[in-house]
């Protein structure tokens, strides 16, 4: 992604949305400075807004949300009277208003100590210079940017700084040294030396933050086009460890006898990148984040063969609930997605040595309405180097699928319902749920996946009926 920073008129660009005139004559009415501020003003400059606005005054914002609001129409305000904000939503847009305000931090909590301040104390507080510039929206500074920390000049030069002294910015609020290398994974910007630097001291302090912040702001660098880039930023620092260990323990490569394995965090790094360019889905990117989670529990080395890494498919996808219950990740079909693509994820490689129709019908059966997303993800896990192992590898895959497209058209297995269901079993031979109904219908299944009939509700039956006498059932004579 290239940003580019415009010279830009702020009054120009304030006098084409009413939104600011009418906050302006309403900060004048009251009498009180306003501004623009934060990231609406960076966006702005690099000509990307968006539909989020903050604004600063010295005074009440919650008075100055309402004068708006009436002014405006009478538009619905939503006061927040614990953090001292309202927003008013109008037009699209999400509009928040809070009087400047100074901030001081407990050593053991990043919920500050807040009392009223300058327009100098508010952007004292701001996480990142690029965050910290403002525009006047009054009549006598309408337009006018005030940017005391050069932020303007940081955006030229795509650099992540903080405002005041890196170590008193992350101490403060642990949560900032997240923020500042999701932004620099948006923006594609770098982090300044001394304030990366201090990331990396204050990495431990990430612990006071609740884990349902810290991986909101994982997910926005997960959703970035090239992820990877903040994943290296998050393991560098000393972040990624504390807070997602699992993913830290694929790092590394060791040898015996002269014999290496790939180092899996960068295979999985690059396993990501590859979803990226196919998919923007979240929870795709994360089953790509997880794929290999299980390779270092299931290490091992053999003399004749080198590394393996056997089983690391199924015990990944048995890690994947504890993984997403504690980084607070939903415990809900989402999870139970990435966990069927973890489990799953080399069956379509494997298929690539013996194509056959069973083997497919098995696959569509379990991947089911999933199996776009499973093909996305082995593609992805094709990382060689060598040009043409990878084409090669691709053209596999090219004839996997197009059996897989062949099968089901003819049989049907993807999303598969039982021709003859439990219910009719119960009823055709009058007995009572238990064990004997779902291993008759396991074997018709099992029938129907293997070829040995197809599909069909009356092959399915006269089958049911030849299992049935085995177990010694019979149909009762009408």
């Not at 006047?136 to 920390?149: A, I, R, Y």
Request: proline fraction near 4%.
């Amino acid at each position: 992604m290239s940003l580019v920073v415009n010279k830009v008129d702020f009054a120009a660009k304030l006098n084409e949305n009413q939104i600011f005139s009418a906050i302006g004559r309403s900060a004048d009415q009251l009498g009180v400075p306003c501004y623009v501020v934060g990231g609406y003003v960076r966006d702005l400059i690099l000509d990307r807004p968006g539909k989020d606005i903050d604004f600063v005054c010295v005074g009440s914002g919650i008075e100055l949300a309402r004068e708006v609001a009436n002014s405006l129409g009478g538009v619905k305000v939503t006061v927040f009277k614990t953090f001292g904000t309202a927003r008013i939503d109008y037009k699209g847009y999400e509009l928040e208003f809070v009087g400047a305000r100074k901030e001081s931090y407990r050593e053991d909590s990043r919920k500050p100590l807040v009392e009223d301040g300058t327009l100098e104390d508010d952007q004292n507080r701001r996480d990142f210079t690029i965050n910290a510039m403002a525009v006047g929206l009054n009549k006598e500074n309408w337009g006018q940017l005030l940017d005391p920390f050069d932020g303007l000049s940081d955006l030229q030069k795509k650099i992540i700084r903080t405002p005041l002294e890196p170590a008193i910015t992350f101490s403060d609020d642990p949560l900032r040294m997240m923020r500042a290398i999701r932004f620099a994974a948006q923006l594609n910007f770098d982090i300044e030396p001394l304030t990366f630097e201090a990331i990396g001291a204050h990495a431990a302090r990430l612990k006071i933050v609740s884990m349902e912040r810290t991986i909101e702001e994982l997910n926005k660098v997960i959703l970035t086009p090239v992820p990877s880039y903040g994943f290296k930023l998050l393991f560098h620092s000393g972040l990624l460890k504390v807070f997602f260990p699992e993913m830290v323990e694929l790092h590394g490569v060791e040898n015996i006898d002269n014999k290496g394995h790939k180092d899996n965090f960068y295979h999985t790094l690059q396993v990501l990148d590859n979803v990226c360019t196919m998919s923007d889905d979240l929870w795709l990117r994360w089953a790509a984040i997880l794929h290999d989670i299980a390779k270092p529990a299931t290490k091992r080395f053999d003399k004749v063969h080198g590394w393996t890494f056997h089983g690391h498919e199924d015990r990944g996808a048995r890690m994947v609930p504890g993984i997403f219950r504690r980084l607070k990740l939903p415990m809900d079909e989402r999870m139970h997605f990435v966990q069927k693509l973890v489990r799953l994820h080399l069956r379509p490689i494997a298929l690539v040595k013996a194509v056959t129709d069973a083997a497919v019908r098995r696959l569509l059966f379990e991947a089911g309405a999933d199996t776009e997303a499973l093909m996305m993800l082995c593609r992805a896990d094709i990382t060689s180097k060598n040009g043409e192992k990878v084409a090669k590898y691709m053209k596999n895959f090219d004839l996997v699928e197009n059996r897989m497209v062949a099968v089901e058209e003819k049989d049907k297995v993807r999303n598969f319902q039982p021709p003859i269901t439990g219910d009719e079993i119960i009823q055709i031979f009058k007995i009572s749920p238990g064990r004997i109904v779902g291993e008759i219908k396991e074997q018709i299944k099992d029938a129907i996946l293997d070829g040995e009939i197809e599909n069909d509700k009356e092959q399915a039956y006269q089958l049911m009926l030849k299992i049935a006498e085995k177990k010694g059932l019979t149909k009762p004579e009408i």
